[in-house]
T-cell receptor
Framework: DQQVKQNSPSLSVQEGRISILNCDYT??????FLWYKKYPAEGPTFLIS?????DKNEDGRFTVFLNKSAKHLSLHIVPSQPGDSAVYFC?????????FGTGTSLTVIP | DAGVIQSPRHEVTEMGQEVTLRCKPI?????LFWYRQTMMRGLELLIY????????DSGMPEDRFSAKMPNASFSTLKIQPSEPRDSAVYFC????????????FGDGTRLSIL
């Protein structure tokens, strides 16, 4: 049973606009959340993370928001660039192992 | 620094054959993870090791799957006998420490069982 869900398999955004990728989880014991980015034929690479004691973490164009009451995580990319086109995975951890979502494929249109 | 290295990158074999996937983690990392990526289930954890010792293999789908880590710089994932439903991309990842430490992934092995 999927404990981490990404319900949008794909998303298209115009260059310069905001991309919002969403993730929902079911296990209230998760205390650490991450986003990974994956290009074709490559492994996922770590992008940004957030601890459950925070509700926002920012790194340049990337911001992750955590809503613990809703068990919802989102990644905002502003402004979106064509190089951001990739598959994005969210992941959650209880400290023992990571649980990944199925990914959202982002296409940024020039 | 060299990242996680996996081999082969692609493997095509016939049903019933033994398949061995290999992984070299990042030097100094004490945790190693094996994942399988499918469209339906995303990235699934199969097994992970800490200091070469298997800690949790509850994600290994069947007895046909086995994994070893004979030393800190090498791990294998073996499927014997292989079946078409094992076709997927298999990733190896490593981390230094576990709690709240991002995992570093290799580029994966794309496995096709005919």
């Amino acid at each position: 049973d999927q404990q981490v869900k990404q319900n949008s398999p794909s998303l298209s955004v115009q260059e310069g606009r905001i991309s919002i990728l969403n993730c929902d989880y079911t296990n209230s014991m998760f205390d650490y959340f991450l986003w990974y980015k994956k290009y074709p034929a490559e492994g996922p690479t770590f992008l940004i993370s957030i601890s459950s004691i925070k509700d926002k973490n920012e790194d340049g164009r990337f911001t992750v928001f955590l809503n613990k009451s809703a068990k919802h995580l989102s990644l905002h990319i502003v402004p979106s660039q064509p190089g951001d086109s990739a598959v994005y995975f969210c992941a959650a951890s209880t400290g023992n192992q990571f649980y990944f979502g199925t990914g959202t494929s982002l296409t940024v249109i020039p | 620094d060299a990242g996680v290295i996996q081999s082969p990158r692609h493997e095509v074999t016939e049903m019933g054959q033994e398949v061995t996937l290999r992984c070299k983690p990042i030097s100094g990392h004490d945790y190693l993870f094996w994942y399988r990526q499918t469209m339906m289930r995303g990235l699934e954890l199969l097994i992970y090791f800490n200091n070469n010792v298997p800690i949790d293999d509850s994600g290994m789908p069947e007895d046909r799957f086995s994994a070893k880590m004979p030393n800190a710089s090498f791990s294998t994932l073996k499927i014997q006998p292989s079946e078409p439903r094992d076709s997927a991309v298999y990733f190896c990842a490593s981390s230094k420490g576990q709690r709240n430490q991002p995992q570093h992934f290799g580029d994966g092995t794309r496995l096709s069982i005919l």
